[in-house]
């Protein structure tokens, strides 16, 4: 059954915008989360723990089996790295999970916030919110994103068994690639899906509806502090590759998944930098400038009207320039007052950590060493 129908089912069902948009919505073109969440009904715990169990055993035995490297008696440091590696997907596989759920979160917590304004393009049929929204899930659940993602674990498979030779036979090391690369192709490729079409679809948002930022909102990012969800995903994602880079680079020093990985953290990066702060900050200062316009008019109109009245009596010279300082202080404290980063204080100091993250990561074996030397 195609997944468009159920969701275009529920939308239509929402058209009075009151009520929250699902996380349901937002995977129903991901086969994998349909049976994990609705056949199986697994709750968060069990499918952390489980991918957690399946990922280390799968590890282990890829290592031991098809690919050993690892030195015969097995060290301390081999069993951290195969840890690290577990924990990396396991974090990636966490974040595939809840990101539906933020998603929904983002768009509803939009709309209740009041943020959303009316649309911009006047000549063209007028687009509602809800329907605009509609059209970001219809291209989340797109079933050729399944092809694609067939497609690219066919050119991997295919790059593995050319640039990879192995005296392992085919048969296993095809084994091998299912049990191993076509999970963790599947869930990092739905996760970058998913976070590039989220920033495509909010810069869409700002692009096509006016934005009515609130200077005096609880959430101190002027009603926009939703899209905080963005960092977090690419913290996540941030640590997640740099842990298997970590240990990657100790296992396989010259393995060509390295440059995949590095590609991930990349996109990771620019999708934080421009879906959490250039498009905000950019609608923001749009914002503040459409609000301050009237102000900057009544200040120039003032100033011309004023002018005649420098040759006249004091009392005029004197009200001019008192209703001057009054436009004056009024278009500081608007500008002064008015956010133009979807960011806080505290958020400043976890994004300094997030930029040296990595840096702090590499310092692990180091500091491995040095406790474990004898």
Known sequence: MDAEVPVQQE?????????????R?????????????????????WMVGGVFVLAELVLLSYITIF??????????????DLLLLGIAFTLIFLIYVLLPSGMAEIFTTLRANG??????????????YEHFVEQVILWVNRRWWLGTIAI???????????????????????????????????????????????IVG?????????MQVKPLHADGSGG??????????????????????????????????????????????????IGWLVLPHRVMLQARTEL?????????????????SIRGDTAAIVAGTERLAALQKRYEQVRESFPTWPIELVQMRGLAVVLILPVLISLLPALFDVFTKK
Do not use: C, H
């Open 11 to 23: 939308l239509e069902a929402r058209e009075d915008g009151a009520t929250p948009f699902s996380a």
């Open 25 to 45: 919505s937002f995977y129903q073109g991901d086969p994998l989360l349909v049976l994990l969440k609705e056949r199986w009904r697994l709750n968060l715990v």
């Open 67 to 80: 690919r050993w490297q690892l030195r015969p008696d097995g060290t301390v440091r081999d069993a951290l």
């Open 115 to 128: 943020v959303i304004g009316g649309y911009r393009q006047v000549r063209s049929a007028s687009l509602s």
């Open 152 to 198: 690219l674990n066919l050119l991997v498979l295919l790059a593995t068994l050319v640039l990879q030779p192995s005296d392992v036979p085919l048969f296993w090391q095809f084994v091998a690639f299912l049990l191993g690369y076509v999970p963790l192709l599947y869930v990092l490729s739905f996760v970058l899906l998913r976070v590039i079409l989220l």
């Open 202 to 210: 909010i810069n869409r948002l700002f692009v096509l509806f006016t």
């Open 224 to 273: 926009l502090g939703s899209l905080g969800l963005i960092l977090w995903v690419n913290v996540g994602m941030i640590v997640a590759i740099s842990l298997a880079v970590l240990a990657e680079t100790q296992l396989f020093p010259y393995d060509p998944d390295l440059e995949l990985m590095i590609a991930v953290y990349s996109v990771s990066v620019v999708a934080l930098v």
């Open 292 to 308: 301050l316009q009237p102000l900057t008019q009544e200040y120039e109109r003032a100033i011309r009207e004023t002018m005649p």
